[in-house]
C-alpha cells in the first residue's frame, strides 16, 4: 500500500469556513478548541467525578458485550479520557467515511496513550436523527454500475432513525448485498446485525464493534434514559436559559457572515435546541419558543400543537429525561457532558457548524473541547491504480471530469501521433491567424472588430468539433476506452461524488478486512493536513 497527500483545496465543494479552519494561523481558529494540528489536547484533565465515570463505564460495558474491548472499559474506569467520534446509524454501516472517523479516533486515542496520557476511542451513534431518507441506503460497485440498496420501509412518524425496527423486508436487501460482495468476515457481521426484529442503532452498532473491536473502540448509543440523566445539566440549562443562548447563537452567525462565511445552521426565529419525543407516537418534534405574554411573562414551549411551561419540561426531563433530545447544534456539548472528551473528531461539515456550537460550549460548559479533521481519502484498488498509470491519469484529472469528458480524453491520448500533430499545427495555425486578423479589423472599426469576434468565435469552435469528432473515431474503435473511463469515475468520483461519501464502507472492509483497518488507523495518526490517496 503506498499514499499520497493530496491539498485540501484540491477537493470540489469545500467551504471556505472549513478550508479557512485547515490554515495555519487562520483567523477562525478562535472559533475552535485548538490549532488543527496542535496535540495539547492530549493533557485535558478530566472534568467528571469518579460516581459519574462509573456510571458511564457501566454503561459503555453494557453496550459493548466483548471480551476484547475489557481493557478500554478498565482504563476509563481509571481516569482514561476519550477521543470521540460519531455518526448517523445508516444502512451496512453507512458510507466509506464512517471508518475514516473510527480509524482517526483510533490513530489519536493510541498517540495520546502512548505520549503518557492514557485515552480511550468511543464511537458516538447519532441515532435520535429522525432523516430517515438520509440514512436508509447504501451504494456498491455491481460490475460496470453502482447499486443503491435501500430499505424501503419507512416509519409512519418522524420518530429518531435508531428506534427503526427493522422488518423482514430487510432480508432481500441482504441477499443482494451478498451477491454483490461475496463471502467475508464483514457479510458474516452484517447478516448477524441487520436482522429482523433489531433496531438500526442496535445493528449499526454490533456491526461496528466487531470491525473495530481489536482496535478497542467503544460504541455508544446516548438515546436511553441512563445516558440522558447523565446528560442531563445541559437539556437543562437549553431550557432554563433558552433566550441567552439563542441571542448567542445569534451574535456569532452574525460574526460568520460578517467574517465572508456562511453559518452551517440557521438559527430560526422562535427555534430552540431541543426536540421532545412524542409519548404516543415517538416523533420527534422540534420545540419551539412562544412570544411571552401577560399570562406567560416566560413564554412557552410548543410542541406541533402542544404548549409546554419551561417547569413542564422540566419535569419530563426529571422523569422522563430520554423524551428531551438535542439539535445538531447542541449535540456535541451534551456529548461531552456526558463523556470525558480530550477531542472531537469531525468531517468538513461538522467542523463548520462546531463554530457555532462552541458558543454554547463555552456558555454551559465553560470549556471548549477541540474539534480534529477526520483521515479524508479515497481508495485506490489495484485495477484502477493499473488504469490510472496505464493513461497517465492524476487524481485532480479524475475530479474534474465526468466519465464522458474523461473517455474522451483517454481517446484523444490514443490518437496516432501523426493525427495528433496534424490537429495541434491545423489549431495553432488557426489561432495565430484568426488572432492577427481579429485585431486588425478592431484597428479599423470597432463593430467590424466585433463581429470578427464573433465570427473567429464559430471557426475556433469548428476547430474544436475536428479534435472530439478524431477523438470519438478513436473511442469507437477503441471500445475498452469507455470502459476504462466508467471504471475510473465509479471507483474514485462516483456520482460526481467524493467515494468516501457515495460507496459503501462495508464493500471495501468485506474485501480488505483487518488489513485495512489497521492501515487506515495508520494514516489517520500521520497529520496529512488535506486528502489522501491510497493505493491498496
Partial sequence: MTTECLPVTSLPGQSRLYLDYCAVGSAVQSWYGAPVRDRRWQGTPSHHDNAH???LADLLAAQNPDNRLVSSLEALRLGANV???GQQVGLFGGPLFTIHKAATAVALARQATGSGHPHVPVFWLASEDHDFPEINHVTFPARRELEKLTYTSEPAAAVPVGSVVLDDSILPILDRAWELVGYSDAMEWLTAAYKPGKTLAAA?????RNVFASQGLLVLDAAGREAHRLGSPVLRAAIERADELHEALLVRNREITAAGYTAQVAVAERGSLLFLIDDRTGARIALKRTPATASEPDGL??????????????????SEPERISPSALLRPVFQDQILPTSAYIGGAAEIAYFA???????????RLTPVLPRLSATLVEPA???LLDRHELSFETVLESTQESLAQRLAARAMPIEAKRRLSVTGNALDVELSALTDYMRSVDEGLGRSADVSASKMRYQMNRLRRMAANFELQKEASLARHAQAVIHALYPHNGLQERTLGAAWFLARYGESLIEKLVAE???????HKLIRL
Fill in 356 to 366: 457555532q456550537s462552541a458558543v454554547l460550549y463555552e456558555r454551559i460548559l465553560g
Fill in 53 to 55: 465515570r462509573a456510571t
Fill in 301 to 318: 414551549w410548543q410542541a406541533g400543537r402542544q404548549n409546554y411551561s419551561a417547569n413542564e419540561l422540566l419535569g419530563i426531563l426529571e
Fill in 83 to 85: 477521543v470521540v467520534t
Fill in 524 to 530: 489517520g495518526a500521520d497529520g496529512c493536513p488535506g
Fill in 204 to 208: 449499526f452498532a454490533e456491526f461496528y
Fill in 384 to 386: 484502477i491504480a493499473e
